[in-house]
């Protein structure tokens, strides 16, 4: 059953059809305060860096008109005063024009910075929601450029591109306004290449948004590849194949380059073409204009003043190739964040609580049927009751179910006919987290974090005191060999555990299930890939703590599971036989050849 939020209630075609903008402002609609304190301090620092050019004018008009000059007209006949009224304003419009840019930058570059943290923080959370099929059809790399650069790509754009655009706007309407103000006459001089480059700049940013989108998918695919050979770098050493793995690496850095190249072909080509269009302008009002002053019709001043406004107003337009840049990159980078974060949540988190203290372990599965993705059922039709504080066991070959069985018993994966209760409620009644806690998971494929021993054992438990992670290693049998660490429970043990041998890291996690302290324990191939010796030990430690514990192990090796409650032998999703160690031999069946074959008797 899926379970969305109020942004998951919309069709999920009409989501994906809204332009990226608008999913990013509606993601965005709790920083609508400082988004309107940073555009109000991008409008004023441009509005203070556009008075210098008509300060200018007022300059120029005072040397010519003298005691008839604009300020003259105000009441102030003195041309020092006058110099000194402008002296003063321009002071006051320059201190004002840098505290606002102080002001945009620090809010526009703090606004990016949150949403930023935010988003990548929403993300990341939610991912950790999706079901396992998710991310098995998604490489860890490509996820890992959602988290990172996608996000990154909207911080730059709000660093930089949203004040850009608010200041063009502002310039426009401006200096628009005091072309039609000052000389009405010209002003179609300075506008009339503003629908062309408005029109070009909108057909740059429909040509550019599919190359932006492939750029987006390309850099997913390299940090893929890299990451992917990064985690295998054991293997691609062992096999020799660093020559082959390198290739690839490039191929794949190549098609990014590739998809680069072209993006960046036509965003380069944009601001040579405004330039001409520019240069056009500006040509036309410089002759026209001295024309116009010179037949007495413009005045000297305002002269003086559109010149340099003609400029103020069209050369902020050539950046418009690098906003728009930006912006693509950045609404790329959007859709792919917000498909993450659209994506619905496929695990129902129930609710019903399950206090862990009141658990018994009553574990059953009534008729349980699973398949993986496009493929035939995995489990079929299963049924099975775990008594309360019992240790039963599952064994079968390869490929019959056992592990997807645990799968479905921590709800990584729903049952799709059937149900697994636990003290007789339905799994997907009870509370997610509730029904995890209660249940401690050891695995063949142990994962350890980057971070001490210490660390590691007390996961999951993150208010476990000292002494309490030192009795969970005893009874773990780790605590002898973590003493002979260099720093003992202090060493880094390094990224998955690399530092430690199989069996050491096996044993801090069943250090770390001790400390848990589950009524629900599963094995999972607990001692396959360990020797005799460290066999031995962590069989000491499970033995201690399956007592007055609903146990369920899974295991090749028979000898780890003999004095089981209860065996089972599954074979292509189905339970075949069950019983005791003894019974199961005397059946002379599946389980009697397995034991024959692992004892060495014919």
Not at 215 to 239: A, D
Not at 471 to 477: H, L, Q, R
Request: some cysteine; proline content about 3%.
């Amino acid at each position: 059953m899926a379970i969305e939020s109020k942004l998951h209630r919309l069709p999920r075609r009409r989501r994906h059809s809204a332009h990226p903008l608008q999913r990013l402002l509606n993601y965005g609609h709790k920083y609508q305060r400082q988004i309107w304190q940073a555009i109000g301090a991008s409008i004023l620092n441009k509005v203070f860096d556009l008075a210098p050019p008509a300060l200018i004018g007022i300059a120029v008009d005072v040397v010519i008109k003298q005691k008839d000059s604009i300020i003259a007209q105000l009441g102030v006949k003195d041309i020092s005063w006058q110099f000194a009224i402008l002296s003063f304003l321009t002071v006051v419009t320059w201190m004002l024009e840098s505290f606002f840019e102080y002001r945009y930058k620090l809010l526009w570059r703090n606004l990016g910075q949150n949403i930023q943290h935010n988003l990548r923080l929403d993300a990341y959370k939610h991912l950790q929601e999706l079901e396992l099929a998710y991310f098995e059809e998604r490489s860890t790399g490509g996820l890992m450029s959602i988290l990172s650069d996608d996000v990154n790509q909207l911080e730059r754009f709000l660093d930089v591109g949203a004040n850009d655009i608010v200041q063009v706007i502002t310039t426009i309407l401006i200096i628009g306004s005091a072309f039609f103000i000052l000389a009405p006459s010209v002003a179609w001089m300075a506008m009339l290449p503003m629908p062309l480059i408005l029109a070009g700049s909108v057909a740059f940013q429909k040509l550019l948004a599919p190359r932006y989108a492939d750029v987006r998918e390309k850099v997913g695919l390299l940090n893929g590849r890299l990451s992917n050979n990064l985690s295998g770098i054991t293997t691609i050493k062992s096999f020799t194949s660093e020559d082959y793995e390198a290739a690839r690496v490039e191929s794949e850095s190549d098609a990014y380059r590739v998809s680069n190249a072209k993006a960046i072909a036509l965003s380069a080509a944009y601001i040579p073409i405004i330039r001409m269009l520019i240069l056009a302008a500006f040509t036309v009002l410089l002759i026209l204009g001295g024309m116009e002053a010179v037949a007495g019709r413009l005045a000297v001043g305002a002269y003086s003043s559109l010149v340099f406004l003609v400029q103020l107003l069209l050369w902020p337009l050539t950046r418009l190739g690098d906003t728009f840049d930006l912006y693509q990159r950045a609404m790329a980078s959007t859709n792919r964040v917000m498909d993450l974060l659209d994506t619905p949540i496929a695990i129902h988190p129930g609710n019903i609580n399950l206090p862990i203290d009141l658990v018994r372990g009553i574990v059953e599965f009534q008729n349980v049927t699973f398949a993986y993705q496009d493929r035939q059922p995995v489990i079929k039709n299963l049924s099975l009751e775990i008594p309360a504080g019992n240790t039963i066991a599952i064994v079968g070959s390869t490929g019959s179910g056992k592990s997807t069985l645990v799968k479905l018993l921590l709800r990584f994966y729903e049952v799709q006919q059937g149900k697994i209760t636990v003290d007789g409620v339905s799994l997907q009644s009870l509370n997610l987290r509730d029904l995890r806690r209660c249940i401690g998971l050891v695995s063949q494929d142990v994962f350890l974090f980057h971070g001490t021993v210490a660390e590691n054992i007390a996961y999951g438990t993150f208010d476990a005191t000292n002494e309490d992670i030192i009795m969970a290693a005893k009874v773990g049998e780790a605590d002898d060999f973590i003493m002979r660490l260099p720093q003992g429970y202090e060493t880094i043990v390094g990224e998955r555990g690399q530092k430690l041998s199989g069996g050491q890291r096996q044993r801090i996690a069943i250090a770390r299930a001790v400390l848990k302290n589950p009524p629900i324990l599963i094995l999972d191939e607990a001692t396959s890939a360990v020797d005799n010796e460290t066999e031995a030990a962590i069989q000491r430690s499970l033995e201690r703590i399956t007592v007055n514990r609903t146990t369920i192990a899974i295991a090749h090796r028979l000898s780890t599971i003999r004095n089981a409650d209860c065996i089972y032998v599954m074979e292509h999703g189905q339970l075949v036989e069950s019983g005791t160690h003894e019974q199961l031999l005397e059946k002379a069946g599946v389980y009697s050849s397995l034991w024959r074959v692992q004892s060495g008797l014919k």
